[in-house]
């Protein structure tokens, strides 16, 4: 396909060269458009130049402190520059990144440091005191935080401010070599690290910015935490296509009025962000208040937008043309669709084709190919997709189908089917199938169609077995300012779905439980649902 080396085009001509990798997209922006800003922080902005030079002195402080090509280092931070800048000195150490989540309870991320082997840390002194590193049952070599330490085991981060001098050689960085650890939790609660290398972050960056045609005219607004693989957005592509980054605080995320001031005080163009968090910009941004006019591009991911919802946000933002990434985190994206207009609130939206990067089969049980139209399991074959997962290579085994002409194929778990058009529909979790009187179900497509019923936001089914039979429960959050009739749901149900696939239980709640990453709790929302039930 010619992705490693094919220049992109997005705005003004990207050269790519056979040498780039993550490691060089600061110095190569910092080349090609050194007075562009590159991050608006909190206190002050920063150029490309500033932001590379900063980054590569804190690179050359870990490469002096020990750190070796491969080691892994952790960041223990809450966002901001200093994070970004991390984030990119350890790709330019030649170590591997292993971003924290900053609100994550201790154990899981004592449970993610010891499973990555981190052997350093860089961070700020509140949250590395919270967690305290040291006890996770690693080796650790150095602790850096750029505050000042409570603890003589930590060392402060050096002057990062642009110098004349460069003070020491960095090592060559290979497109193979490992760059990055995303963690998830697997089915069994276990971390579950998707490795990703130079070469498939890199070629994601690429397909991204060719994409939503990214350039130095845009400014992202940054959304995504680093350890949420939508975060590669804002950490790759925007120094590749040397778009703008508005960095956002903790508060501002929490509350969309503050979000939405900040989005119009710095010209925010772009949006990268979960439905769930795009919902509550609608509802409670104050938008009324705002011009957001400048915001011409919007991105959704992570979970399926309510037709109704999505309608209310292409209202709200008039001039912003949509678009649904689909993408599981372990082939980084794989599908782009652009809307031309407000969604068909009966259909939704697809998940869309496959971008130039990938290829896509529809599979039944068995790995065959099924007819257009018809629902199968959703393999990827992708230049993005992850080396596999780490340290686990029986998992990685079984999550891939060898292919000779390509990439392997990655087995998604997802249901999809593909219609005439080449379109591509989500319809649920391979996982989150269930039988209910002889039938197989898939509760996410029965949420797909609760969701469409009247004044209904989000909704999640689950199960609850009794000695004689196993039941169908759901659960409905209404669209803000509205009531939900469920005896209208039930009619709205009749008429779409089977007999079986009606639940035979409805409730109503104000909101759901969210995933640190900001999507729907379902686990969380399913395990209640029947338990209380039972109860």
């Excluded at 981060?157 to 290979?174: R, S």
């Excluded at 925010?268 to 957001?292: E, H, K």
Aim: proline share 7%; aromatic share 6%.
């Amino acid at each position: 396909m010619g992705w490693g080396i094919d220049p992109v085009r997005s705005g003004s001509l990207l050269v790519a060269s056979l040498l780039m990798t993550l490691a060089t997209l600061l110095s190569d922006a910092a080349t090609q458009n050194p007075t562009g800003i590159s991050l608006i922080g909190l206190d002050r902005s920063f150029t490309w130049s500033e932001t590379y030079s900063r980054a590569k002195r804190l690179a050359v402080q870990l490469v002096e402190s020990g750190v070796k090509v491969g080691d892994r280092v952790a960041v223990m931070r809450t966002k901001g520059h200093e994070t970004f800048e991390a984030i990119h000195a350890i790709l330019m150490s030649g170590a591997i990144l292993v971003p924290i989540d900053p609100l994550a309870p201790v154990p899981a991320v004592h449970a993610v440091l010891a499973n990555s082997g981190a052997s350093a840390v860089i961070g700020e002194t509140q949250v590395v005191t919270k967690y305290d590193p040291w006890s996770a049952g690693n080796k650790l070599d150095v602790v850096l935080v750029s505050d000042d330490p409570t603890d003589e085991r930590m060392v402060k981060i050096t002057e990062l401010e642009p110098t004349p001098d460069e003070i020491a050689k960095l090592p060559e960085v290979k497109a193979e070599d490992p760059a990055y650890l995303v963690y998830t939790s697997g089915s069994t609660g276990e971390p579950k690290g998707i490795l990703h290398t130079h070469r498939s972050g890199l070629a994601y960056a690429r397909l991204a910015v060719e994409a939503h045609k990214m350039g130095p005219d845009d400014r992202l607004v940054a959304t995504s935490a680093a350890h949420f693989d939508m975060g590669t957005l804002e950490l790759y592509a925007c120094p590749l296509a040397q778009t703008s980054v508005i960095m956002l605080s903790e508060g501002q995320l929490r509350f969309p009025a503050s979000l939405t001031a900040r989005v119009e005080e710095h010209s925010g163009t772009m949006f990268y962000a979960v439905t769930t968090l795009l919902q509550s910009i609608v509802d409670r941004g104050a938008l009324d208040q705002r011009d957001v006019s400048k915001v011409t591009k919007i991105l959704f991911a992570g979970e399926r937008y309510p037709p109704a919802a999505l309608v209310k946000l292409s209202e709200a933002f008039s001039n912003a043309a949509l678009c649904n990434v689909y993408g599981p985190a372990e082939v980084n994206a794989c599908n782009v669709y652009h809307l031309d207009g407000p969604p068909d609130p009966e259909r939704g939206s697809s998940i869309g084709p496959a971008w130039p990067g990938a290829e896509l089969l529809v599979v039944d049980p068995s790995g065959a190919p099924v007819p257009d139209g018809e629902k199968g399991e959703l393999w990827v074959s992708a230049v993005t997709r992850m080396s596999g997962y780490w340290e686990n290579p029986e998992l990685t085994a079984s999550a891939s189908h060898p292919r000779a002409d390509g990439p392997d194929w990655y087995k998604t778990g997802d249901i999809v089917s593909k219609d005439k058009d080449g379109l591509y529909w989500f319809h649920g979790r391979k996982d989150s199938q269930v039988k209910i009187r002889g039938m197989r179900l898939e509760l996410e497509a029965i949420e797909s169609v609760l969701g469409e019923a009247p004044n209904v936001l989000y909704a999640v089914a689950g199960t609850q077995e009794t000695s004689s039979e196993v039941r169908l429960l759901a659960v409905l959050v209404p669209i803000e300012g509205t009531e939900i009739d469920l005896k209208e749901v039930k009619r709205f149900c009749q008429k779409r779905l089977h007999p079986n696939a009606i639940p035979q239980s409805l409730s109503i709640q104000s909101s759901f439980p969210k995933t640190p990453s900001g999507k729907i709790d379902r686990t969380a929302v399913r395990s209640k649902l029947g338990s209380e039930q039972n109860s």
